[in-house]
Nanobody, 126 residues
Framework: QVQLVESGGGLVQAGGSLRLSCAASGRTSSTYSMGWFRQAPGKEREFVAAISRSGGYSRYKDSFEGRFIISKDNAKNTVYLQMNSLEPEDTAVYYC???????????????????WGQGTQVTVSS
């Protein structure tokens, strides 16, 4: 069992940056593949980025490649999402998730995630 708590969300102007954090407790983050998802108002939750247990491999949804960076500090049991060049369309609740999946190095499928945080709101103003 692991508990996930996101932080770092807030209000930012278009073109700005934010860094989200996801602190894992209960079991070490190196036990899980970790991911970030988001859900905008009126839309389904979508995959943003994911990182392997070791932190050595990562994958992004194409539309976030180059703007967002996922990283992991297993010593701190924390996963980060650095978001740059933010746009109003990035406004959403961002969720951190942990997967016990061992067959895939980097888990990008939402249904393969076992634990979820409560989410943190990101609002980008134009």
């Amino acid at each position: 069992q692991v508990q996930l708590v996101e932080s770092g969300g807030g209000l930012v102007q278009a073109g700005g940056s934010l860094r989200l954090s996801c602190a894992a407790s209960g079991r070490t983050s190196s036990t899980y593949s970790m991911g970030w998802f988001r859900q905008a108002p009126g839309k389904e939750r979508e995959f943003v980025a994911a990182i392997s247990r070791s932190g050595g491999y990562s994958r992004y949804k194409d539309s976030f490649e180059g703007r967002f960076i996922i990283s992991k500090d297993n010593a701190k049991n924390t996963v980060y999402l650095q978001m740059n060049s933010l746009e109003p369309e990035d406004t959403a609740v961002y969720y951190c998730a942990a997967s016990r999946q061992y067959l895939t190095t980097v888990v990008t499928t939402e249904s393969l995630y076992d634990y979820w945080g409560q989410g943190t709101q990101v609002t980008v103003s134009s």
